[in-house]
């Protein structure tokens, strides 16, 4: 599947890494949020980076703790219709300040993109090679947003403000 | 009335490019249609018995006339001439084809009036009092807070894929017009001890086949916390909520579980980490939404002028006047129901020559404006005393002024197994037959107030728990069966109904309805006892021995 990252379609340089596989201390890897938290520790001596697949039905508090120590949460959308992912993805950025890398995974499809990239995700896992081409397309089709986010863009409400300010000369 | 601006405008425009970009890509077939569903969804756009059906928001239900022209046009163009006002400040078209709907949903966008958040798991269109602004003793105008949360909700990114559907509703009046304690958030604006605006917030409210009224979760929200309290609530539903089951994943479900106190703990708890964020509301956002409310320039008009005097000598105005006009907060003005309910017809349809006469009639009449109430009638809100007569000649004339609001034929059916795929039984055929039984005025007006529901399937979109007789369509071994309830309400005394014994056939629904409003005019205390205080004071035993005596 396609990897979506800043807008282009790359390589993805993370292997997903079973539960049962042997750690290599090299190379970057992803690996099940039970398999991270059975010994956290072990990430102390990897040189290679290091991502964790959170389920969508745990808590993000469990992962707290451990955030400066990661490269990459991925969330999970078993089924588009499932938002789950977009709270915790909301939470991780803008309550727990998490800067890393966010990649949706699962039924990841273009018309969830703006949703997503509003919702602070960066990564796209995505499901189709044309929704992947037509990323960038699909994050510009809109312009106008009424709900503030992490995402930083100006919401209606303070865009009319802003505007009424240069009327007034305020 | 709400003016649209330039940002409100692009991206309903926004929104209609891509809708017809995805119904080219499912026509095409690069969607299939299991993904196409839910985006179709978002966009209001149902797959019914016979044909897509497109529900279009009326967002607190106020339109103004050029919007109503174009809903009367989008009928004539694209559907067969009529549209269907539903029990949530919706229209629907029940016959569009689905290469034309993004045509249909452009031209709704040049008057700004779109499909988004009419279906799907998201945050549906915001309801309220079809009266908001106009009724008399309201503590504010809620329209203003129902804007709000409609920008708010608006294809929000974290809510659009809910568990389930989500119903928020608004009233600013002591009697519940808009039945927010059926909702899965309803909210009731108050003042505190310090004059400030807030809200009352009840959650957990909801019908279908596991019917709760909602519960107060907290009695006082200051109105600058009213967003990021919802957000509250919302994201612990989304995180919580069930998923597993389809009709255990309201939020009512997740309160009921996890108990009212425990569920508000749990929203509490999200909300301090929140209330002082991003979401607070300041006044100079609230000011200026609400400088884009227009209301008309009031005249100093008499409340009982002389055209009034002379035409209640006419039986037929005065029992209109009686019926369909209540009281309007500026001395000399009404408000004026308009009955989409006429004996024999379909409850809550509209033909495209009704609503572009009414469109005419609200320029010369109302100020440009209409309501659109949860009961299925349109209203007049700002009608000057002294037209009554001839607005009443004018609406008499399109056939919108039957005397019946409130009355046995004000029925609430939803389409039911005419058009509807869910559906187990037909609701239209039963509110007609019914509307042709109490067709006489007077002995409608004798029986008084009684609001009878119809649901043709558990989903009760006729909200049939919450009719004074309430009426659900069941299939039982391939037949059309009905479960009766009684002492149902909606507004501030919300109540379900209780089931008065067996299901009877399509047949004897009429009949079973005759029984009860007989039994009701014996038992009455008084004249003016209504049917639902009857039911309250008797309990459903007398009503049920007289069905059954005979069944």
Redesign the interface.
Known sequence: MPLVKGGKIVSDTYAGLADDAELASGGNVLMSAARFLADPAALAVRSGQTGVVWPNNRDIDDLVPHLAEIAVVALVFPS?????A???A?LLR??HGYRGELRATGQV?R?QF???L??GFDTFDVRKE?DAKAFAQVAE?????????GDGRAT??R???AR?AEVTGS | MYAYDEIDRTLVNERVSEFRDQVQRRLSGELTEDEFKSLRLMNGVYLQLHAYMLRVAIPYGTLSSPQLRKLAHVARRYDRGYGHFTTRQNIQYNWIKLSELPDALEDLAAVGIHGMQTSGNCIRNITTDQWAGVAPGEIEDPRIWAEILRQYSTLHPEFSFLPRKFKIAITASDHDRAAIKIHDIGLRIRKNEQGETGFEVLVGGGLGRTPFIGKTIKQFVVHRDILSYVEAILRVYNQYGRRDNIYKARIKILVHELGIEKFAQEVEDEWLQMRDGVLALDDAVVEDIRSRFSYPAYQKLSDNPDEMKAASADPRFAMWLGNSVAPHRVTGYSIVTLSLKPVGMPPGDATAEQMDAIADLADKYSSGEIRVGHEQNLALPNVAKRDLPALWRALDKIGVATPNVNLITDIIACPGLDYCSLANARSIPIAQELTKRFADPDLANMIGKLHINISGCINACGHHHVGHIGILGVEKNNEEFYQITIGGRADEQAEMGTLIGPAVPYADVADVVEDIVEAYLALRARPDETFVETVKRLGVTPFKERVYATR
């Open positions: 588009f219709r499932d938002g789950r977009y709270s915790q909301r803008e309550r499809l018309d703006v949703f997503m509003r919702a044309s089709r809109y312009s106008v947003f009424y709900q503030p986010t209606a409400f865009q009319r403000l009424q």
